[in-house]
């Protein structure tokens, strides 16, 4: 049973304009939710996060917007640079795990493309 | 500052065998976290350590297990290695409770 969903394996967006990522989550247990990028041959990089305290969370060219009642977030780059171009992962974590212990879950990613 | 280091970058191993992964986290971080990445599964959490005791383990079989030293540095080991053990295993340590997950460049295993 996947609890984070990416629901679209690629998205291909023109420099300059807005991309739009999308994340679904199952489990109402998750409040943290962060958004990792990744080049091929590297770790994940850590972009941005959200507590579900708020609806939303900027930092420059990202922003991430949360629904709790939809159970979805979102993440918006605007404007969108070649240098975006790669893979992106949302994940969620929750205090459900015990003793202090942290772990996320992760969606399977969008790769997303920005034509020059 | 440095990032989070994992060794070796690449391994090849034959099915049976056992094999060791290491990591070490980012100056004064405690907490180690493992985490499996394959194309049809994606990310899979494996375990975390904080303070050489694991405190959560994902739901993989006994063959995966680790450990972490008084250094904060980590290992995880892998044993009778199977085809389906072939993946890029990523290390990511953290500084406290709910701050981002910081990740290395990962190790990847391929078992043939």
């Known amino acids: 049973d996947q609890q984070v969903k990416q629901n679209s394996p690629s998205l291909s967006v023109q420099e300059g304009r807005i991309s739009i990522l999308n994340c679904d989550y199952t489990?109402?247990?998750?409040?943290?939710f962060l958004w990792y990028k990744k080049y091929p041959a590297e770790g994940p990089t850590f972009l941005i996060s959200i507590s579900s305290i708020k609806d939303k969370n900027e930092d420059g060219r990202f922003t991430v917007f949360l629904n709790k009642s939809a159970k979805h977030l979102s993440l918006h780059i605007v404007p969108s640079q070649p240098g975006d171009s790669a893979v992106y992962f949302c994940a969620a974590s929750g205090s459900y795990s015990g003793a202090g212990s942290y772990q996320l879950t992760f969606g399977k990613g969008t790769k997303l493309s920005v034509i020059p | 500052k440095a990032g989070v280091t994992q060794t070796p970058r690449y391994l090849i191993k034959t099915r049976g065998q056992q094999v060791t992964l290491s990591c070490s986290p980012i100056?004064?971080?405690?907490?180690v976290s493992w985490y499996q990445q394959t194309p049809g599964q994606g990310l899979q959490f494996l375990f975390e350590?904080?303070?050489?005791?694991?405190?959560n383990k994902g739901n993989f079989p006994g063959r995966f297990s680790g450990r972490q030293f008084s250094n904060s540095r980590s290992e995880m080991n892998v044993s009778t290695l199977e085809l389906g053990d072939s993946a890029l295993y990523l290390c990511a340590s953290q500084r406290s409770y709910n701050s981002p997950l910081h990740f290395g460049n990962g190790t990847r295993l391929t078992v043939t």
């Open positions: 350590y904080f303070s050489e005791t694991q405190r």
């Open positions: 489990n109402s247990m998750f409040d943290y």
């Open positions: 100056s004064g971080h405690r907490s």
